[in-house]
């Protein structure tokens, strides 16, 4: 016969006992009963995940799959601050659609500060991602002056370099602001000019004259040149 356990209680100054309700199972209860069980599961929860990350399986190209990319900064540290400096310029199209690349010679730093070879590289690895379609330079010759022209050798060297790879869909070379000294340069290398890249160089005297082939709001002229 179970124990009368009662309970006793004041209410606003009255005595009240009650009995004390009988629980009709016990706390164990509430675990598992079946400790085996429990030790197979767990058994194989260890077995899949051993408390390392190296259980988790990821996908090696999860950045892929978001649709994102690493960065690419081997520009940067390939070829030093050149690509800061703006000589060379990606300007939108023509009306034709063509790319328009712009070259500033007042954007050459000190000849004796950087290396000339690195700009060549620099200057190639640009036409590199638009020669295999029709695309026009715009050489802006205003500011070059003795502390920072080019050596005869380097444009030797540079149209050497533009093998029928870049001058096949080059259709127009403009020379902005031409001077006797391009004039000069040109009739020295003349011997290595082809008569056919010749026909494609365009002497500009003026911006308002460039507006007549392409339109110069795309492009990122140098505050010296426009001023």
Known sequence: MAANN?????????????????????????????SDAV????????????????????????????????PDFSILTKYGDIPKL??????????????????????????????????????????DQYVQNDYVLVYFHYGLNSDNKLPLSWLVQAYKCFDRKYKKNLKALYIVHPTNFIKIM??????????KFGKKMVYVQSLDELKEFLDISQINIASAILK
């Open 39 to 70: 030790g197979e599961g767990d058994a194989e929860f260890d077995a899949e995940f051993d408390g390392s990350l190296s259980a988790v399986q990821f996908d090696e190209d999860f950045e892929g799959e978001l649709g994102l990319s690493e």
């Open 186 to 195: 040109y009739s020295c290398m003349k011997v290595f000019i082809s008569y």
């Open 86 to 127: 703006g000589i060379v310029d990606v300007s939108g199209d023509d009306s034709f659609g063509r790319k328009v690349i712009s070259i500033s010679a007042c954007r050459l730093p000190s000849n004796k500060s950087y290396d000339h070879q690195l700009l060549l590289q620099y200057l190639l690895h640009v036409l």
């Open 6 to 34: 009662k309970k006793t209680f004041n209410v606003n100054g009255t005595t009240i006992e009650l009995d004390e309700p009988q629980l009709q199972f016990d706390d164990d209860e509430l675990l598992y009963e079946d």
